[in-house]
C-alpha cells in the first residue's frame, strides 16, 4: 500500500480509472457468461424435451397402429374360421389353411415398412408365423408365462411385455411385443394367441427420425425404470436405470434437470408415451453444453479486454488532462523554491486546479512583497541606527562634563542643579551603554524616572505623576525609548498648556499574552479634526527622509519591531485630555537585534 502511495499523481489515477472501468467490466462480464451460459443450458434442455415431444408423438402413431394391426388380425373372419377348425384336420387342408394366413401376413406387412414380427398361436395347435422360425418361447401354448400372461390379463386387448433378454431374429433385436387374447366375435370362445414383436430398429428408427443433440443418449424405460431400447449404446437394454431421480422421472410426465451421471455432470431430459407409460430419456453430457458455453466465454473475455484497452486509453488521456496543469504547478513551486518568485500560474479555468493555481499566484505576490517590505524595513532601520549614531556629538565627553557639572553645583551647594545634572548623566548613561533595541520594563522604568525627574523642577507643581507597573509585566521587553517620547508628547502637548495643575498617568500591565501600556494625560486633549488626521496616517511603513520624533516615531518602531501584531489606538477630547493605548506581545524579542559596540 506505501508503495502504491509513493507513485506519482498520474500513475495512481491510471491504475484506480482502470480498476474503475475493470471490475464493474469483470462483474458484469462474469454475471454475463454466467447468465448466457444458463440460457444456453436451458435453450438445449427445451430443444431437447420439444424433440421428445416429437418422438412420443411418433411413438404414439407407431403403437396405435400396432394396435389397429392386432385389432384388424382380431375381427378377420378367415382367421377366426382357420382357429376354429380341428387340429387333426388333414395336412393338405391344413397347409392350404398356412398359406391363406401367410398370403393375410404379406398384406399387411407390404403396405408399410413395419419392423415388426407376427406369430398366431392357436389353440387348436396351429402356428403361422412371418419369417423362418417361431421362437421357442411361443412354440408351445404358456399360458401363465410372459405376454400369454398379460394378454390373459386384457382380455381381448392389446398387452405390451418388454423384452429384457437380447433374442436376435434375422440379426434384429426384438426389444416389445404386444399381445393379445384371440377370442370368437359371436361366442367369445378362446382361440388362441396373437403376438406382434417389435424391432428395436423399428423404435431406433422413430427417434432418430428426430435430430437431437450430438453425444447424447436416448433410453425408453418400461413402467418399472428397465430399459427397453437405448441408443447409441446398447448395453444397457434390459437393466434397470439405476440413478437415483430414477422415482422422479417415472413419477413426473415430462421435464428436464442437471444431475450426475457416472461421476460427471449431466442434463437428463424425460417425456412420457402416454399410450403405454413407458418413458424417454436422453441423457446430455454437460461438457458438451460447456464446449457451446466456451463459444460466449471467449467472445465475454474479447469483450472485456477491449474494455479493458478503451478504459486504459482513456484512464490515460483524462490522467493527463487532470495531471498536466498540477505538472505545470509543481514546476513554478520547483522555480520559487530555487529564488524565482516572479513566477506565475495564470489559471484559464474556474476548477479546483485552478483554484488552486490562483492561491499560488497570490502566495508568490505576496511572498514577493513580504521580502520587499522586509527589505525595507531593514534599511530603514539601519538608516535610524545612523543618524542616531551621528547625532552622538562625543558623547562620553558630554557624560564626562556632566560629571563635572554635578561636582560643581554639589561644592556651590545648589541640590537642585546637582540632581537634574544626575539624573540627565543617567538618561545619557542608558542611551549611550544601550547596545540592543529591546530592554525590560524595568529598565526603561528607571529611565522614565530619571525624565520625569528633570521635568518636575522644570515644571514645578504643574502636573501629578503616577505609574503602575504589574510585577509579572517588569520582566518583559519593549523597544529600547518607546515609552519616554510618548509621556513627553503628553506633557508638552497636553499639560503644558493647561493652565490647571495636571495628572499624567501611566498603566502598564500583562493580559492575554499581550503587554498592555496606557498613558492618560487630562491635559489641553485634540481636536476632532487633528485627531482624524492622526489615524488616518500610515505609519506601518515609515517614509523615507522623516526625520520627525515623538508619537509619529514611536508608532513606526512597533510597527517595524511586530508588524500586524502591534496594537495602537488613541481617544481624545478638546479640554479633557488624551488617552493612547499601546499593545505588543509579552516576552517577546521582537524586531531584530543589533549588536554595537559602545562609543566610549
Excluded at 126 to 143: A, K, Q, S, V
Excluded at 311 to 329: D, E, G, N
Excluded at 358 to 384: A, P
Aim: charged share 25%.
Amino acid at each position: 500500500m506505501r508503495r502504491l502511495m509513493n507513485l506519482n499523481l498520474r500513475v495512481k489515477l491510471n491504475i484506480i480509472f482502470t480498476a474503475i472501468v475493470l471490475i464493474p467490466l469483470m462483474i458484469l462480464g462474469l454475471f454475463s457468461f454466467q447468465k448466457s451460459a444458463g440460457m444456453m443450458q436451458e435453450q438445449i434442455s427445451e430443444g431437447e424435451l420439444e424433440r421428445m415431444r416429437q418422438i412420443e408423438k411418433s411413438m404414439s402413431f407407431f403403437i396405435k397402429d400396432v394396435e389397429q394391426l392386432s385389432m384388424y388380425m382380431y375381427r378377420n373372419s378367415l382367421l377366426q374360421d382357420i382357429l376354429l377348425k380341428p387340429g387333426s384336420r388333414g395336412d393338405t387342408e391344413k397347409f392350404q389353411d398356412y398359406q391363406q394366413i401367410n398370403g393375410l401376413f404379406e398384406t399387411l406387412l407390404s403396405s408399410k415398412k413395419w419392423g415388426v414380427k407376427i406369430y398366431v398361436i392357436g389353440l387348436n395347435g396351429d402356428r403361422y408365423f412371418t419369417g423362418d422360425y417361431i421362437p421357442m418361447n411361443y412354440d408351445r401354448y404358456l399360458e401363465r408365462w410372459g405376454i400369454f400372461r398379460k394378454a390373459n390379463q386384457a382380455n381381448g386387448n392389446v398387452a405390451w411385455d418388454a423384452q429384457y433378454s437380447i433374442r436376435k431374429m434375422e440379426s434384429q433385436e426384438v426389444v416389445l411385443s404386444a399381445g393379445r387374447l384371440l377370442k370368437h366375435i359371436k361366442t367369445d370362445e378362446k382361440l388362441g394367441y396373437l403376438v406382434i414383436d417389435i424391432l428395436d430398429s423399428a423404435v431406433a428408427d422413430i427417434y432418430q427420425t428426430v435430430r437431437g443433440f450430438s453425444g447424447s443418449t436416448f433410453y425408453l424405460l418400461d413402467d418399472m425404470g428397465y430399459v427397453i431400447s437405448s441408443f447409441p449404446d446398447k448395453s444397457a437394454v434390459g437393466t434397470n436405470l439405476q440413478h437415483p431421480e430414477l422415482d422422479r422421472i417415472l413419477q413426473r410426465e415430462e421435464g428436464y434437470f442437471k444431475a450426475d451421471w457416472n461421476g460427471s455432470p449431466h442434463i437428463m431430459v424425460y417425456n412420457t408415451v402416454k399410450s403405454t407409460g413407458f418413458k424417454m430419456v436422453s441423457v446430455i453430457p454437460f461438457s458438451l453444453i460447456a464446449e457451446k458455453t466456451s463459444i460466449i466465454r471467449n467472445f465475454t473475455i474479447v469483450l472485456a479486454c477491449m474494455g479493458l484497452l478503451v478504459a486504459i486509453w482513456l484512464a490515460y488521456l483524462l490522467s493527463a488532462t487532470v495531471t498536466r496543469p498540477l505538472t505545470q504547478l509543481t514546476g513554478l513551486m520547483t522555480k520559487v523554491e530555487s529564488g524565482h518568485l516572479d513566477v506565475r500560474f495564470n489559471p484559464k479555468y474556474q476548477d479546483d486546479v485552478g483554484r488552486l493555481g490562483r492561491s499560488f499566484d497570490r502566495m508568490t505576490q505576496r511572498l514577493n512583497d513580504l521580502i520587499r517590505e522586509s527589505y525595507e524595513k531593514q534599511v530603514r532601520l539601519r538608516e535610524s541606527e545612523l543618524k542616531a549614531l551621528q547625532a552622538q556629538i562625543n558623547p562620553h565627553f558630554l557624560y564626562n562634563t556632566l560629571e563635572t557639572v554635578n561636582w560643581l553645583a554639589k561644592m556651590k551647594g545648589v541640590a537642585e542643579i546637582s540632581r537634574i545634572v544626575v539624573s540627565l548623566a543617567e538618561m545619557l548613561r542608558y542611551s549611550i551603554n544601550k547596545t540592543k533595541d529591546m530592554v525590560t520594563v524595568g529598565e526603561d522604568m528607571r529611565h522614565i524616572q530619571n525624565y520625569l525627574a528633570i521635568q518636575s523642577i522644570r515644571y514645578r507643581d504643574k502636573f501629578d505623576m503616577t505609574i503602575e507597573v504589574d510585577e509579572d509585566a517588569r520582566s518583559c521587553l519593549i523597544p529600547t525609548l518607546m515609552l519616554q517620547p510618548l509621556i513627553e508628547n503628553a506633557i508638552v502637548h497636553g499639560l503644558e498648556a493647561k493652565l490647571e495643575k495636571g495628572i499624567l498617568h501611566v498603566r502598564i500591565q500583562k493580559a492575554g499574552g499581550m503587554l498592555r501600556i496606557a498613558i492618560t494625560d487630562d491635559g489641553v486633549g485634540i481636536g476632532e479634526e487633528q485627531l482624524a488626521e492622526i489615524r488616518r496616517r500610515e505609519f506601518r511603513v515609515p517614509q523615507r527622509g522623516h526625520t520627525g520624533i515623538g508619537l509619529e516615531n514611536v508608532i513606526k518602531r512597533l510597527y517595524i519591531y511586530f508588524g500586524e501584531q502591534a496594537e495602537f489606538t488613541i481617544q481624545s477630547e478638546k479640554g479633557k485630555g488624551t488617552r493612547i493605548e499601546l499593545g505588543i506581545p509579552a516576552g517577546t524579542s521582537g524586531g531584530i537585534k543589533h549588536d554595537q559596540d559602545d562609543d566610549r
